[in-house]
T-cell receptor, first 114, second 113 residues
Framework: GQQLNQSPQSMFIQEGEDVSMNCTSS?????WLWYKQDPGEGPVLLIA?????ELTSNGRLTAQFGITRKDSFLNISASIPSDVGIYFC??????????????FGTGTRLTIIP | GAVVSQHPSRVICKSGTSVKIECRSL??????MFWYRQFPKQSLMLMAT?????????EQGVEKDKFLINHASLTLSTLTVTSAHPEDSSFYIC?????????FGSGTRLTVV
């Protein structure tokens, strides 16, 4: 099935650094979601975006819904050890919660170097 | 908040046997549940979408007779891996769609020996 392209595939940073990652698609999505997955666990929702151009924050996390509706960005400021994990974007073509499936990105693995 | 309980968290079974995985929405009703499979270092791949009281819709390439899905109530969906083989070893994750959006279970690590 289709997957969204995430970049970078992996990141190695030092604690305290800011992180940026993005997610792109060849087609339009009307809802963008960002999830974090810890090892051996299911994904947990970080931020949901419903409108093109929307910028939404959740603590140190900020995500933007691209104006073309074909991309989204996630930034993490002042990274801390618990930020380690895999970050997935997910897109949904609909703009409200019907029973529509999500399309997931390829993931960005974040590692913090001691 | 919305909570989805998935059980078991880990299971080891012999080739040729069947394994059932349960997914329960604890504090909300889920008219739709999704089942995903995730191989190491890869993303989540949707296997099927199930709506309460109706047959599941399987993604292309997923064998419906091998991966049996039952969604008998608004809070419970089950995935049965029949005649399991080592290549079925994977991390299986369910997701329930309710008023809070998509909530994921904690996953089931299946190992077929």
């Amino acid at each position: 099935g289709q997957q969204l392209n995430q970049s970078p595939q992996s990141m190695f940073i030092q604690e305290g650094e800011d992180v940026s990652m993005n997610c792109t698609s060849s087609s339009i999505f009307n809802t963008w979601l960002w999830y974090k997955q810890d090892p051996g666990e299911g994904p947990v929702l970080l931020i949901a975006l419903y409108k093109a151009g929307e910028l939404t924050s959740n603590g140190r996390l900020t995500a933007q819904f691209g104006i073309t509706r074909k991309d989204s960005f996630l930034n993490i400021s002042a990274s801390i050890p618990s930020d380690v994990g895999i970050y997935f974007c997910a897109g949904r073509r609909g703009s409200n919660f019907g029973n529509e499936k999500l399309t997931f990105g390829t993931g960005t693995r974040l590692t913090i170097i001691p | 908040g919305a909570v989805v309980s998935q059980h078991p968290s880990r299971v080891i079974c012999k080739s040729g046997t069947s394994v059932k995985i349960e997914c329960r929405s604890l504090d909300f009703q889920a008219t739709t549940m999704f089942w995903y499979r995730q191989f190491p270092k890869q993303s989540l791949m949707l296997m099927a979408t199930s709506n309460e009281g109706s047959k599941a819709t399987y993604e292309q390439g997923v064998e419906k007779d091998k991966f049996l899905i039952n969604h008998a109530s608004l809070t419970l969906s089950t995935l049965t891996v029949t005649s399991a083989h080592p290549e079925d070893s994977s991390f299986y994750i369910c997701s329930a769609l309710g008023n809070y959006g998509y909530t994921f279970g904690s996953g089931t690590r299946l190992t077929v020996v």
